[in-house]
């Protein structure tokens, strides 16, 4: 009868802020089960903290978009080198890469050279673009672990061994702090409304994004009637978020009172609303019931190309909006519907997410429609078995790592 190896050697690979929070959930589960194992790799300071041996740190390597990675390209190359210097000379038991696909299936072609199992938690998004790649999830993972239920049907369908597990964010209680003890904590006014904005996890997200959130922060505040609350990701400096607020080119008229945390789903349970960068931090406040405005930008030649790339296999119902964009918050995809307002590109104005706002602001039908359809895709984002989504990733890792 097999049995799981007791103090396995295992190799983690994340290298964005979502990655960073779910590698040290694994790393927390695993540690529980099998006290005596190891592990190093690539990973952010909660991986660390729960026990990781960094190799190259995340916040190094956590650039974005085609052109963005380009110009940073000899610098993660450098990284990626020492991190398949360390899978040659320590040789894991196993692997675990988390999402962060240009670098993780470099690393899984060497780790299948090696005869390392692979599990992948978070697919990247193949079915949508850079389909050419699932020859790659073919040959080199063992076993996908996706978060979509949609993805599941996908790569099935392709011959690839994947299970849906639910989103790992889908189950995790509310936040237990209440109203007024936030307020305290953070010095804000509880009388007021609060609105939390959400730039990003890398900083060129931040410098992308956050300059048209503080211009509508700006025209929101001429009543001076709300707060802003920003949460600052793992992977970006709070000093580099400050000098964003610092200066008073992004402010249209007033500037409004901006307070930076640590936590975004405590900020995203206590605003009224908010305005989320297209990412994870989406589907944490889908989860949390938040009513948001899904906003991003990215360089106009990373866009072009990506508007002529991305295409949806009929495994996920998208009906593009009326510029000819398909949906790209994950929120929509899992509904099946646009039921909250996407703003892209030059559609991304400080006027337009203040507009798009208002109605999610005070009481009445689109807050209680996008409250109810927010519910609904909640539910469809949960694990389908009793097993909690970290829980069956380390399911999965452990009847990989059992022997004769």
Known sequence: ?????????????????????????????????????????????EMAAAGLERIVHA????????????????????????????????????????????VNFRLAR????????????????????????????????????????????????????????????????????NRAEYAAKHILDPAK?????????????????????????SLLNTQGRYEFIIPVASTVNTSYILNFLQDPIYYSSTK????????????????????????????????????????????????????????YPHEIPAEKDRDGNLPIAMVNLVAGKRIVPELLQTRFTGANVAKALIPLLADGPQREQMLSDLAEAHFKLLPPSGSGSIAQVCDAVESLLSYP
């Open 1 to 45: 009868m097999a049995e799981s190896n007791p103090s396995p050697h295992i190799f983690l690979s994340a290298g964005e802020a979502s990655g960073d929070y779910y590698g040290a959930q694994i790393i927390t589960e695993l540690r529980a089960r099998m006290p005596q194992l190891t592990c190093f790799g690539l990973g952010g300071l």
């Open 59 to 102: 916040e190094d390597v956590a650039h974005m978009g085609i052109t963005e990675v380009i110009c940073h390209m000899p610098h993660i190359y450098g990284e990626y080198r020492r991190l398949v210097t360390s899978i040659k000379k320590r040789r894991p038991d196993i692997a675990i890469l988390i999402d962060f696909p240009d």
């Open 110 to 177: 060497t780790l299948r050279r090696l005869n390392i199992p692979v599990v992948y938690f978070v697919s990247p998004q193949l079915w949508a673009w850079k389909r050419r790649r699932l020859r790659w999830v073919q040959q080199r993972v063992s076993r996908m672990m996706v978060i979509f239920p949609f993805e599941e049907r996908f790569y099935r369908a392709r011959n690839v061994d994947a299970v849906f597990v639910g989103h790992p964010l889908a189950q995790l209680p509310l936040p237990d702090i």
């Open 193 to 217: 409304n609060w609105i939390a904005l959400l730039p990003g996890s890398r900083r060129k997200e931040v410098q992308l994004n956050l300059p048209e959130m503080l211009h509508a922060a």
């Open 256 to 311: 409004p009172r901006v307070t930076l945390v640590d936590d975004a789903r405590e900020a995203l349970h206590h605003a009224r609303a908010s305005v989320v960068a297209s990412g994870t931090a989406t589907v944490q406040a889908t989860v949390i019931g938040n009513p948001f405005v899904v906003v991003y930008r990215v360089s106009p030649l990373t866009f072009v190309l990506a508007r002529k790339l991305i295409r």
